[in-house]
C-alpha cells in the first residue's frame, strides 16, 4: 500500500524560508518521478516543480529561482526548499509520483504553508 506523508509546513513571514518533505512508502521510489503541487482557498490545485528519475528538475513560472525540488532515493524522501516566500505561496502543499506529466496514483494529506505577517 502506497503512503505519502508530507510534512515542514507552518506560518512563516514574507520573504522567509521552508522545507517540505515527503515520505514514501510502499513503493520502488527511486523508479519515480515526483511532483510537488498547491491549492490555494477557492483555487484548482497546480503544478508547481517536478523531478525525474534521474535528477532532472522544472518549475512553474510562479516560484522559478525561489523554490528548489530534490529528492533523496536512500530515505524515500522528496523535498521542496522554499524560499523568499510571498502571500500569495499559501496553500496546501502535496507531492505525488508523476507519469506522462500529470499525477499518478492517491494525494496525500498535504501541509499547510501559511505566508502572512
Same mark, same amino acid.
Given at each position: ?5 508530507e ?5 512563516? +513571514?514574507?520573504?522567509?524560508?521552508? $522545507? ?28 508547481v ?10 518549475y512553474?513560472?510562479?516560484v ?7 529528492r ?8 521542496? $526548499? ?13 507531492c505525488?509520483? +508523476?507519469?506522462?506529466?500529470?499525477p499518478f ?8 504553508v501559511?505566508?502572512?505577517?
Amino acid at each position: 500500500q502506497v503512503q505519502l506523508v508530507e510534512s515542514g509546513g507552518g506560518l512563516v +513571514q514574507p520573504g522567509g524560508s521552508l $522545507r517540505l518533505s515527503c515520505a514514501a512508502s510502499g513503493i520502488f521510489f527511486s523508479s519515480y518521478h515526483w511532483g510537488w503541487y498547491r491549492q490555494a482557498p477557492g483555487k484548482q490545485r497546480e503544478l508547481v516543480a517536478t523531478i525525474t528519475s534521474g535528477g532532472s528538475t522544472n518549475y512553474a513560472d510562479s516560484v522559478k529561482g525561489r523554490f528548489t525540488i530534490s529528492r533523496d532515493n536512500a530515505k524515500n524522501t522528496v523535498y521542496l $526548499r522554499m524560499n523568499s516566500l510571498k502571500p500569495e505561496d499559501t496553500a496546501v502543499y502535496y507531492c505525488i509520483r +508523476q507519469h506522462n506529466g500529470a499525477p499518478f496514483g492517491s494525494w496525500g494529506q498535504g501541509t499547510q504553508v501559511t505566508v502572512s505577517s
